[in-house]
């Protein structure tokens, strides 16, 4: 019996669903607004790179919700794992190769994440991606290095002040200009690296935000192997 | 672009035959490896599909974070599956 109505509601379902995507014409383009973004973008928001003009300036509000998101599942975490004695990691020390190797690399790695995130509006990539590749740096000396340590007061500073700083550029918006996350700055020439007004500022905050979360749910993470 | 062509279908194979090894696999471990070599091709595919700021982030997320929470959680539960 409950199999039946669980048949007859996927289909009632499956019929809605079919019924709002038979009209939508497939493979043929019917919208203005992605044409106008294509056009329009580097005049109304000085970045070079679109998908960074759509992502932070056209939908900049998004950005702030997967901010919120991603500091409210770190911050989730951090409290489930939460340990009042400061554990410590018991992975073994990785090979010698293993260990002079990353010690080369990790520099390297940080200096390419804050690339990507520094030059979000010129070329691809931004603060997300910026702040994983960080990320993956730390995680790379986590395991290489018993004793390589994080400072977990510090993280918290930078993805507190990180973040209050996304929000204080949308209200400088708010008071200055007419809505919120407004470009207030100038917006310079473009294919440059000052330009684009606060589109650099935002994701260069999103990427210490990103980066300094990702590495204390890792850091938090990697503490609770026995 | 002829070759161009066949790069692609040959890293769609791969990317098949990776997810394929990914689910039938019983030992969990290897069958994170297998993930992770999904996103390794994906990544790929994404660049040559002129995404390069999702291949981006394909290759942190995908290869390296998810892996080693998908290692750590089969490091406190169960390595096997049954």
């Known amino acids: 019996m409950r199999k039946v109505i669980a048949v007859l509601l996927l289909g009632i379902f499956g019929y809605y669903i079919f019924a709002l995507f038979v009209n939508v014409p497939f493979g043929v383009r019917h919208d203005n607004v992605g044409q106008h973004y294509l056009e329009h ?6 970045a070079v790179n679109i998908v960074t003009a759509i992502v932070v300036s056209h939908r900049g509000f998004d950005t702030l919700g997967e901010v919120t998101v991603l ?3 770190a911050t989730g975490l951090g409290a ?3 340990d009042k004695k400061g554990k410590k990691r018991r992975l073994q020390n990785a090979s010698l190769i ?3 190797a990353s010690k080369l690399i990790y520099p390297l790695i940080i200096l390419l994440g804050a690339y990507v ?5 010129l070329t ?9 590749i960080i990320a993956t740096g730390v995680l790379l000396m986590f395991i290489s290095y018993r004793r390589f340590e994080t400072n977990h007061n510090a993280l918290s500073w930078v993805e507190s002040l990180a973040g209050m700083t996304f929000v204080t550029i949308g209200l400088a918006g708010l008071i200055w200009g007419t809505s919120f996350l407004q470009n207030i700055l100038p917006l310079g020439t473009p294919n440059t690296l000052l330009s684009a007004g606060v589109i650099p500022l935002i994701y260069i905050a999103v990427g210490f935000k990103v980066g300094a979360e990702l590495t204390a749910l890792l850091d938090n993470m990697l503490k609770t192997i026995k | 672009m002829e070759w161009m062509t066949f790069l692609v279908i040959g890293l769609i194979i791969l990317l098949i035959i990776a997810a394929v090894f990914a689910i039938t696999q019983k030992d969990l471990i290897l069958a994170v490896i297998g993930a992770s070599a999904v996103s390794v091709v994906l990544s790929i595919l994404f660049y040559i599909l002129q995404a390069p700021d999702v291949a981006l982030t394909e290759a942190a997320i995908g290869v390296a974070l998810t892996t080693i929470i998908f290692v750590i959680t089969i490091k406190k539960t169960k390595r096997y599956e049954e």
């Open chain 1, 117 to 121: 995130f520094v030059h979000g509006h």
């Open chain 1, 80 to 82: 489930i794992l939460y």
């Open chain 1, 124 to 132: 691809p990539g931004g603060g997300f991606q910026g702040g994983a």
């Open chain 1, 71 to 73: 500091f409210l599942a």
């Open chain 1, 98 to 100: 293993v260990k002079v």
């Open chain 1, 41 to 46: 973008s580097v005049q109304e928001t000085g």
